[in-house]
């Protein structure tokens, strides 16, 4: 059963990603009318896969580098949805669900199925921990896309080259409205991660190492994104700088995930 949710999930991304781009490239009608609906049914049929593989291997799916890629894809899901819902603008689906396709697929080609974990794995409050952080990072990783997006629309704009970047994006007002929206998910998750993995770590380490590469650069991209958000709710920060900032938020947070998470930290190396 497990295999079968495995084989189908790509098959659900792609089948979303692609009527999300028959609706934003070709206009078509039945397009624009079913997308939302398919992206909900994929979000409902990965948390059930989701919940399925923690049930049969007895611990929550972020063991492994590809396991985390598969709740990733999920995370990504449900905040490019959350978003969609609260800006009333589905014009972006394409390109932020196919970062979420591309990771699910990753997961589905190499991804390895095994309960042998270390037992400190099997704690909720880790699993809480982890969702937390990937969910966080999912924020991070639309805030990122909108910032790009945001400066592709500038600088065609400012060129006065208006293709169907122009012709099809939001506003840069609107790419702004939803890049703070996601930053602002992103600092809020990120700071339920944090809260959990102390309380975790406490728990399941008797001599933590607070100085840990991967703790160290968790707190300096959420201290970056809380940064972002008072500076822009107190100071009225805006435009193009904080787009800029958006990105290299995004960057350290994929330099962290990788490169530190595989080859630096200790207590989050688990695969």
Known sequence: ???????????????????????????????????????????????????????????????????????????????????????????????????????QLASSLFIKSTSEVPEILRSPLFGIHVSSALLGYAAITIAGAYSFMYLMLYHEMKAIQFGVIYKKLPTLETLERMTFTAVILAFLLLSAAILFGFIWLNRAIADPNYFDPKLIGTILIWTMYGFLVITRMFYGWKGRKVMILSIAGFLISLFSMTIINIFFSRFHKFY
């Open 1 to 103: 059963m497990i295999g079968t949710f495995n084989y189908l999930l790509p098959l659900f991304y792609f089948s979303l990603v692609w009527t999300y781009g028959k609706a934003f490239f070709a206009d078509k009608p039945w397009a624009k009318h079913a997308k939302t609906p398919i992206l909900i049914c994929t979000i409902l049929f990965h948390l059930l896969a989701l919940v399925m593989r923690t049930i049969v291997f007895r611990h929550p799916p972020v063991t492994s580098i590809f396991e985390i890629f598969t709740v990733l894809a999920c995370s990504i899901s449900i905040t490019y949805f959350i978003i969609e819902l609260r800006s009333q603008r589905k014009e972006t689906g394409y390109f932020i669900l196919n970062i979420a396709f591309f990771f």
